[in-house]
């Protein structure tokens, strides 16, 4: 089956703005991850969701940004009033969480990102 | 706060030489995983390690994880072009098997013909 995607695959937008991340997980994954990774820094973990609830959103950096799982599918991350600062690669990953089986490790498989870029 | 510390960050190496990278943390991890990069493309898992003093081969590669659970290396055996990427370690919290991994900054590896 197809793996994560997400769009758009590019953004550039001005300071200011906001701007709205998709991402498809893998079906049948509970789990969904968002992580924004910076020029020569690892991931940043942004939020966790299992289902439609995110019982670990301690990375989102600021209340501009925010997250919204629906349907426990797709997953959209949208951050308001955009900063030169939020320019990074935003990288969504979905595994199949607690009904896994054990051997799995709960793998997380990453899309290809959203290179976003705030001028 | 960098919770993995990686090393080295940038390693240039010609082919048919061994290399290894390290991943260090004063924590304790349930799991420690290995991902490669290559631009353009998300992660994708090499390994999970999980028990203190693990080794896995993933043909020329090999994974170590620390006694201790809270290190981890991992060696090339004769280096190929096909291995130039960027290699992350990640762990998960002790007692946890769902949620977020902490990522290291990760080794950019160049592997020149």
């Known amino acids: 089956g197809a793996g994560v995607s997400q769009s758009p695959s590019n953004k550039v937008t001005e300071k200011g703005k906001d701007v709205e991340l998709r991402c498809d997980p893998i079906?049948?994954?509970?789990?969904l991850y968002w992580y924004r990774q910076s020029l020569g820094q690892g991931l940043e973990f942004l939020i966790y969701?299992?289902?439609?609830?995110?019982?670990?959103k301690s990375g989102l950096p600021s209340d501009r940004f925010s997250a919204e799982r629906t349907g426990g599918s797709v997953s959209t991350l949208t951050i308001q009033r955009t900063q030169q600062e939020d320019s990074a690669v935003y990288l969504c990953?979905?595994?199949?969480?607690?009904?896994?089986?054990?051997?799995?490790?709960?793998?997380?498989?990453f899309g290809p990102g959203t290179r976003l870029t705030v001028l | 706060t960098q919770l993995l510390e990686q090393s080295p960050q940038f390693l240039s190496i010609q082919e048919g030489e061994n290399l290894t990278v390290y991943c260090n943390s004063s924590?304790?991890?349930?799991?420690l995983q290995w991902y490669r990069q290559e631009p353009g493309e998300g992660p994708v898992l090499l390994v999970t390690v999980v028990t203190g003093g693990e080794v896995k081969k993933l043909k020329r590669l090999t994974f170590q994880f620390g006694d201790a659970r809270k290190d981890s290396s991992l060696h090339i055996t004769a280096a190929q072009t096909g291995d130039t990427g960027l290699y992350l370690c990640a762990g998960r919290s002790r007692g946890s098997t769902l949620g977020r991994l902490y990522f290291g900054r990760g080794t950019q590896l160049t592997v020149w013909p």
């Open positions: 969701f299992q289902g439609n609830s995110a019982p670990d």
């Open positions: 079906s049948g994954h509970t789990a």
């Open positions: 990953a979905s595994s199949l969480g607690p009904s896994g089986p054990i051997s799995s490790y709960n793998e997380q498989f």
């Open positions: 924590s304790v991890f349930s799991s």
